[in-house]
């Protein structure tokens, strides 16, 4: 059974920065996806980025040129570091491990951005 355990998340004002962390409790292999997730009050759980094992990542419109999804695949562990950050990004964050399909999360980490 795959486990996602999350770090990082916080409150922080507009034009702030903020790196959430995840690892991984298996290999990653070359089919699977990592990637984060988010979810706001009200809202349905959207994709903000994503990566596969060889480095190719996609972002959502609303974060692109703002987050980076760094990736260590000898640690098995994910990264979203945040950085132009607005009240709009204000979310539980979830890290999700894709194998096939088969979806895992990490038990979320709430980004608070004030204006």
């Known amino acids: 059974q795959v486990q996602l355990v999350e770090s990082g998340g916080g409150l922080v004002q507009a034009g702030g920065s903020l790196r959430l962390s995840c690892a991984a409790s298996?290999?990653?292999?070359?089919?699977?996806?990592m990637g984060w997730y988010r979810q706001a009050p009200g809202k349905q759980r959207e994709l903000v980025a994503r990566i596969t094992r060889g480095g190719t990542t996609n972002y959502a419109a609303s974060v692109k040129g703002r987050f980076t999804i760094p990736r260590d695949n000898a640690k098995n562990t994910v990264s979203l570091q945040m950085n132009s950050l607005r009240p709009e990004d204000t979310a539980v964050y979830y890290c999700?491990?894709?194998?096939?399909?088969?979806?895992?999360w990490g038990q979320g980490a709430q980004v608070t951005v004030s204006s």
């Open positions: 298996v290999n990653i292999f070359s089919g699977d996806l």
């Open positions: 999700n491990l894709a194998r096939g399909s088969n979806n895992s």
